[in-house]
């Protein structure tokens, strides 16, 4: 429970950093069978799907360092189920940005926003 409530927590505060840089909210909390993607957001003409993640306390890696290639590949598969759901957006240029937090965000901004972090695998 007390890890839901931080994810949201840092769900909300990437999500107001992403706006306060001119990004837009398309969907939040996307899920299908492959997995979940956080936010879809929209910079100018390219449409960026967010992966946020939040780490505290004394963890060996960063949060960024958790998104590895199995996570990856399924953030990928979700992307083509959600252009698939919307066909409109099917000729647009594509984004994978991860939002990271590595002490707590109500109370400190982003550690990291890695734009472009990765690309799809093949």
């Given at each position: 429970m007390l890890n839901q409530r931080l994810g949201q927590?840092?769900?909300d505060a990437?999500?107001?950093?992403?706006?306060?840089?001119?990004?837009?909210?398309?969907?939040?909390?996307f899920r299908c069978r492959?997995?979940?993607?956080?936010?879809?957001m929209r910079d100018r003409t390219v449409i960026v799907f967010v992966e946020v993640r939040c780490?505290?306390?004394?963890?060996?890696?960063?949060?960024?360092?958790?998104?590895?290639?199995?996570k990856q590949r399924r953030l990928t598969r979700a992307t083509q189920y959600f252009l698939g759901a919307h066909p409109e957006l099917g000729e647009a240029v594509l984004r994978f940005d991860i939002v990271a937090f590595d002490r707590h965000p109500k109370r400190h901004g982003p550690t990291a926003?890695?734009?472009d972090a990765f690309r799809p695998p093949p």
């Open positions: 927590c840092a769900e990437a999500l107001a950093f992403l706006e306060k840089q001119g990004l837009t909210l398309l969907a939040r909390n492959y997995g979940e993607i956080d936010l879809v780490r505290v306390g004394r963890a060996l890696t960063t949060a960024a360092a958790t998104v590895d290639a199995g926003w890695l734009r």
